[in-house]
Structures are given as C-alpha cells and as structure tokens.
C-alpha cells in the first residue's frame, strides 16, 4: 500500500442543511482512498476527484487535528458552527481503516470533540472503534456518541467477495453487542444492498434478525448505486468472477444514468421488500427523534422529523408533500420559533403540517411521526 501525506486546508465540510439520515450537520474525511476495498465502493468514481488506485494508495490528511482545532474556535469564525452532530466516517474513507492503527487521527480528532463538547456520529465498517471506548464514553456522558456500521448484507461469506478489506458482518454484530452493553445508541447503514445478491427477502431476512439480535436501535436502507467509469469496472469484474449469471439482469437495471442509479422500480422493490421484514422485526427505519431531540437545533429538528415523515409515507406507497415544508424551513434565516402564528406562509405548510410542527416545538416530537416510525 502506498501513503502520501498531505496538510488539508480544511476539514469539516458543511453540509447545505442538516443530514437527516446521519442527523448531521457536519462531516469530516480524513483519509482519502480506503484499504477496507469494497468492491461496490462508490468513493472511488472520478466524480470524488480521488486518486486512481482507491484501495491502494491512501491520502493521510496528517495536519487534521490543528486545522480542526482552528475551525471549532469560536473566536475565529465570524460566522460560529452550527450545533449539531458532527459525523465521523462515511465519504471518501474509513476513518477506522487499518491506516488509523497507526496515524490515530480519528482517535485525536474524537479527543478534540469531546473537549469541545460536541455531539459525534461516528460510521464504519471496522471494529477498531472499540479501541476508542474510553473517548467514546466522555462523549458520552457530557452529549451524545451515536455509533453506527455499514453493512451490505450480515452474510459472511458474500461479504469476503465484496468487502475484503473489512471484518465480517459476524465481528461487527460482535462489536454492536458490546456497545450496546456500554450504553451507546447504534444504527445499522444496511447500505448499499447489492442488487439480485444481498437484497434477496431471505438475506435481507437474515441480516435484519441479526441486527436486532444484536440491539440496533435503528436500520437506515439503501440501494446499490453504480456510476460509469472506475466504480463500474471494478465492480464487474468481481461480478463477472462470481455471479456471471446477473449480468443481464444489471445491464437491465443500471442504464448509464449519470447519478449511477438503479431504475425506479428495481428500487421500489427493494425497499417494499426492507420495509415489510422491518416491520416485522419492529426495527425503526429511520433514526428514532429521542436519539438525537436533545442535541440539534430547533430548525433543525423540524426539518429531520418532517423529512422522516415523508420517507415513511413514501415507504408505505402514500404522497408527501412534507419534504417540500422541510425544504423551506431548511432555508430560514430565523429560528422557526419566532414565526409559529406564520407558517403557513412558508411553501409546503398547510394546516396538518403546521399542527405537527407546532407540537414537535412544544414536545420534541410528534406522535403522528412516532407511529409512522413503529
Ligand atoms: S469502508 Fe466505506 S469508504 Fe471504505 S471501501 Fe468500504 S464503502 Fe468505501
């Protein structure tokens, strides 16, 4: 494996509007490429601007702690961050990958959180986050460490031919069980499912028992994305190798779109497929509100409950508008508190909508959300 390290100019990136499937407002890469080399992986297509060989040659931002340090100092920043959670993991790199036994960036990086008292989210598909607890735990007691794991599938054989770089779903669900013993709040990324492999109902039966088995307290779905150039190749040749016999059935679903989607109703399927065994193993879909309630702004939780509000509806078959209301509140230049007798003036908000709104400020949440999420 080759390394090159690098000074970053900066490192939090700043999402538009909250993330309301990571409930974050910031995210942070501090790897670039990634050994875990999961052959599905869409950080390597070109679109990211990373180098050629992902799983191979690994970008090591060497200077992240004192650029972060700069960037959470409230008396250099005109305009102060954002509270909120702010993810670790997930983009262009494992933050845990095996490069991190020896660079400890995110270790530090967790440290300079938890003094500076912010929330984390931390997502990986390495159980070398137990080596962390101790921080972890800080964070903790003083706000909120939400620890989750990627998986496409809780079948250890299929994941040695996709994720060779990574401990098998069975040492992650290990890993979960712990955590959960310690207190911390975990979700499953059961993402992407592959397509015609791991988003059989029988599989997705199986890795949905072990979930819950294992305590998750949440499984966020998704399908496989499969853009044009690099990411494309390298997973067909694995595909070609092992599963010759889903090539049509690729050629048919993935049709050159230039996000590297699916067609639409490969993806309905799929997630009418998740959402009946969610149901039936009474798994939240989404993140539940008291995870997070206490720890993002105002605004801000009204826009992730209405836009998890309009994922549910839509789960079920049913027409929201309640993404066109989180939209507008996302762009609020004013606390959403200040204008409660005028919401219905903001694009999207009728008369239900306003109702929800006004109790998720009364209360944190709402209770047509809460069934919704049962
Ligand atoms: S762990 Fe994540 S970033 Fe790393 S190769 Fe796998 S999918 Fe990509």
């Known amino acids: 494996m080759e390394i090159k390290e690098i000074n970053a100019k900066t490192i939090l990136r700043k999402h538009n509007k909250i993330d309301s499937w990571f409930v974050s407002r910031y995210g942070m890469n501090l790897y670039r490429g990634c050994a875990h080399d999961c052959i599905y992986c869409d950080g390597r297509a070109e679109k990211y601007q990373v180098q050629d060989n992902f799983e191979a040659e690994i970008v090591v931002k060497t200077n992240a702690v004192e650029v972060l340090k700069k960037e959470l100092n409230p008396t250099k920043k005109r305009i102060p961050l954002k509270p909120g959670?702010?993810?670790?993991?997930?983009?262009?790199?494992d933050s845990y990958q095996p490069i991190e036994e020896k660079y400890l960036l995110t270790r530090k990086i967790l440290e300079l959180l938890s003094e500076n008292n912010y929330p984390v989210h931390i997502l990986t598909k390495s159980t070398l986050v137990e080596r962390d607890l101790d921080i972890l735990k800080k964070i903790n007691t003083k706000t909120r460490a939400i620890i989750s794991f990627?998986?496409?599938?809780?079948?250890?054989?299929?994941?040695k031919l996709f994720e060779p770089g990574v401990p098998s779903p069975s040492k992650r669900l290990e890993t979960i069980k712990k955590l959960k013993d310690e207190g911390f709040y975990c979700g499953m990324?059961?993402?992407?499912?592959?397509?015609?492999?791991?988003?059989?109902?029988?599989?997705?039966?199986?890795?949905?028992?072990?979930?819950?088995?294992?305590?998750?307290d949440f499984i966020v779905f998704s399908g496989m994305t499969l853009k044009e150039g690099r990411q494309k190749d390298y997973f067909y040749k694995v595909l070609k190798k092992y599963y010759p016999e889903f090539l049509v059935e690729y050629a048919h679903i993935y049709r050159g779109d230039k996000w590297g989607s699916a067609i639409e109703p490969y993806y309905e399927s799929i997630h009418k497929t998740f959402s009946v065994i969610a149901k039936k193993y009474k798994i939240p879909v989404r993140m539940p509100s008291f995870i997070f309630k206490d720890y993002i702004d105002k605004n801000d939780l009204v826009v992730v409950l209405l836009e998890q509000i309009d994922y549910l509806l839509k789960l079920e078959g049913k027409q929201s508008s309640y993404g066109f209301a989180a939209y507008s509140i996302s762009k609020l230049g004013q606390p959403i508190a200040g204008i409660k007798n005028s919401l219905k003036q903001l694009k999207g908000v009728g008369p239900?909508?306003?109702?929800?709104?006004?109790?998720?400020?009364?209360?944190?949440?709402s209770k047509y959300y809460e069934n919704l999420l049962k």
Not at 85 to 93: D, E, K, P, R
């Open 85 to 93: 959670f702010i993810m670790v993991g997930g983009g262009v790199g």
């Open 352 to 365: 239900i909508t306003e109702k929800i709104i006004l109790e998720i400020l009364e209360t944190g949440t």
């Open 150 to 159: 990627s998986f496409s599938s809780c079948n250890d054989e299929i994941s």
């Open 189 to 216: 990324f059961l993402m992407p499912v592959i397509p015609f492999i791991t988003d059989k109902p029988d599989i997705m039966d199986e890795t949905i028992k072990k979930a819950k088995d294992a305590g998750v």
